[in-house]
C-alpha cells in the first residue's frame, strides 16, 4: 500500500456509512468496533430556515433493523489501518505517485522512485485522481461544481444533535447540516460534524477567512449551530471541500483499476461516498476469487458495478442544483413537492432505498445487506 501523506493522522470530518457500507465492514470482521465508535443515524429531517419540512424519513421505515452509522473518518482509518497491520501490510508513507504504466502494473513517483511490477494496481486516490489524469482515454468527464462545503468537527458530549442527519435550507444558495460522527477513540468525546454550502469562488485561504462574518451569517439561518461555533477560535480549524464531478468510460485499463472517487466522484447530496469506495472494493475481491484470469475479474468487476454507480452520478447530478446552486427558484418545487413525495409510501420507499445506498435503476434495486 503507498500513501501520499507522510504521516497517519486524524484529518477529515465525519462520514455517513450507509447499510452498504456496514455490511462490507461486517465482511471485514471491523463493523462492530465501528459501531462502538460511531453513533447510529435513524433519520434525515430538512427544514427551510423558516421551518418549512423538506425531507424527513427514517431508515427503520424500510427495514425496522437499518440504520447509518455517523463516524470520523479518522476513526474509519484508525480501524482499517490496523487490520492491515493485523494482516503484516505495512503502508509505504510519503509517497506521492506521479504516473503508472499499466502494461506492466508499475508505479512511479514524484522523487524518481518506482514500485512493481503488479499483477494489478488498485488506484484509490480520491475524487482529484492524479492517475486518473494519466489515461485520459477512460475519462469521459472530469470538472469540479462550482459548490463544495465548509467542515467543521466538534464535540457533542452531551449529545444535542441526536441520532439524526440535521439540514436547514435557504434557498439554493445556502445549507446548513450537523452530522452524528461518533468518536475518534474510545475515550474520546462524541462529535459532531457541522456542513455549510459554499461557493468554491467564495472559499478564500485561512488566513483572510472572515471567521467572525462566517459564523454571524451562520447564526443569522438557525442558532442550532451556536454550541458549535463557540468551538471555532481560529480560521484553520474549518476545512474546505470541494465537489468533483468524474464518469470513466470503464473504471479499468490493462493492470490499473479504479475504486472509489477516483473511478466516480460526485457531489455528497445522496451520502454514498464512503459506502461506493466499499461496493467496489467487495465487487473487485470477490470478481477476482471467481474469475479465471485477470481480465475476465476486471470484466466481471465493472458488470456488477456498472448500474449502481450510473444511478448514483445521475441522481447525485440532477439533485444537486435543488440544494446547492445559484438557481434560486428551483427551491420552490423542491419545498412545495419533496416532502409530499417522502410521505407517498412508493416514492417514500425509493427515496430510502437510494438512502441505503442498494439502487440499481430508477425502478429497481438490489437486496439490502442482512445483519
Not at 439524526?164 to 435550507?169: A, D, G, K
Amino acid at each position: 500500500m503507498l500513501e501520499r501523506t507522510p504521516e497517519i493522522r486524524p484529518i477529515g470530518a465525519g462520514l455517513l456509512v450507509q447499510p452498504t457500507g456496514l455490511g462490507v465492514l461486517r465482511r471485514l470482521g471491523v463493523a462492530d468496533e465501528l459501531l462502538g465508535l460511531g453513533t447510529k443515524v435513524d433519520r434525515l429531517f430538512g427544514t427551510t430556515d423558516r421551518g418549512r419540512v423538506v425531507l424527513d424519513i427514517s431508515y427503520t421505515d424500510l427495514r425496522h433493523d437499518l440504520f447509518g452509522l455517523g463516524v470520523q473518518r479518522a476513526a474509519l482509518t484508525a480501524v482499517l489501518m490496523r487490520e492491515l497491520t493485523a494482516h503484516a501490510i505495512e503502508p509505504i508513507l510519503g509517497v506521492q505517485i506521479e504516473s503508472a504504466d499499466p502494461d506492466v502494473g508499475t508505479l512511479f513517483s514524484a522523487d524518481g522512485r518506482s514500485f512493481g511490477p503488479f499483477d494489478l494496481v488498485i488506484a484509490a486516490d480520491g475524487a482529484r485522481s492524479g492517475l486518473r489524469a494519466t489515461v485520459p482515454s477512460l475519462v469521459r468527464r472530469d470538472r469540479p461544481y462550482a459548490w463544495g462545503a465548509l467542515w467543521f468537527i466538534g464535540s457533542d458530549s452531551e449529545r444535542r444533535y441526536g441520532a439524526e442527519l440535521r439540514q436547514i435550507y435557504r434557498g439554493t444558495r445556502r445549507m446548513l447540516g450537523f452530522l452524528p460522527s461518533g468518536k475518534a477513540a474510545p475515550d474520546a468525546p462524541a462529535s459532531v460534524s457541522l456542513f455549510w454550502s459554499c461557493r468554491t469562488s467564495e472559499w478564500a485561504r485561512a488566513a483572510s477567512f472572515d471567521l467572525v462574518g462566517w459564523k454571524n451569517e451562520v447564526r443569522a439561518l438557525t442558532d442550532l449551530a451556536d454550541p458549535l461555533l463557540d468551538q471555532i477560535n481560529d480560521p484553520s480549524q474549518v476545512v474546505f471541500a470541494p465537489y468533483r464531478d468524474a464518469i470513466l468510460s470503464r473504471p479499468h485499463h490493462r493492470r490499473l483499476v479504479f475504486l472509489g472517487d477516483a473511478a466516480h466522484a460526485m457531489s455528497p447530496q445522496l451520502g454514498q461516498g464512503v459506502n461506493l469506495a466499499l461496493l467496489d472494493a467487495a465487487a473487485l475481491v470477490d470478481a477476482i476469487e471467481d474469475a479465471e484470469s485477470l481480465e475476465q475479474a476486471l470484466r466481471d468487476f465493472r458488470l456488477i458495478r456498472r448500474r449502481n454507480i450510473a444511478f448514483y452520478q445521475s441522481a447525485s447530478r440532477w439533485l444537486t442544483p435543488l440544494f446547492q446552486s445559484g438557481i434560486s427558484p428551483l427551491a420552490i418545487p423542491r419545498d412545495l413537492l419533496m416532502a409530499s413525495l417522502c410521505r407517498f409510501p412508493w416514492t417514500r420507499r425509493q427515496a430510502l432505498l437510494s438512502l441505503a445506498g442498494v439502487k440499481t435503476g430508477m425502478l429497481s434495486a438490489s437486496p439490502i445487506p442482512v445483519g
